[in-house]
């Protein structure tokens, strides 16, 4: 089991590393409008993968994830906002895997 978490913990990382890329991008050009919709293809594609490689459970935990109305009139806020929205699962998720990849299983 250990090295399918090894495994999930290295595609978090990957997904997790695509996502910081979106966000530089998107703040070199300042174009909220395309970053917002690499975000939509990256987040589909993300799912997918999760689901795959660590099961239907953390797939729909991560596709259920849906951002809240936002109320202010900064479109770099609001995509800052966003990308932390989905970071910080993912963030939490390669911590919780890396943390079982280190524990050896069956409680000795």
Do not use: H
């Not at 970053?35 to 993300?46: D, Q, S, Y």
């Not at 935990?61 to 970071?87: C, H, M, R, W």
């Amino acid at each position: 089991m250990t090295d399918d978490m090894k495994r999930g913990l290295v595609l978090v990382q990957q997904q997790l590393k695509e996502l910081d890329a979106i966000f530089t991008d998107t703040m070199e050009t300042l174009n909220t409008v395309a970053g917002a919709e690499r975000l939509a293809k990256w987040k589909t594609r993300t799912v997918a993968l999760l689901t795959e490689s660590l099961g239907q459970k953390e797939g729909q935990k991560f596709a259920s994830l849906q951002p809240g109305p936002s109320f202010t009139n900064d479109l770099v806020e609001e995509f800052t906002d966003l990308i932390d929205y989905f970071k910080t699962p993912l963030v939490d998720l390669s911590k919780q895997l890396a943390q079982a990849a280190r524990c050896p299983s069956g409680g000795n």
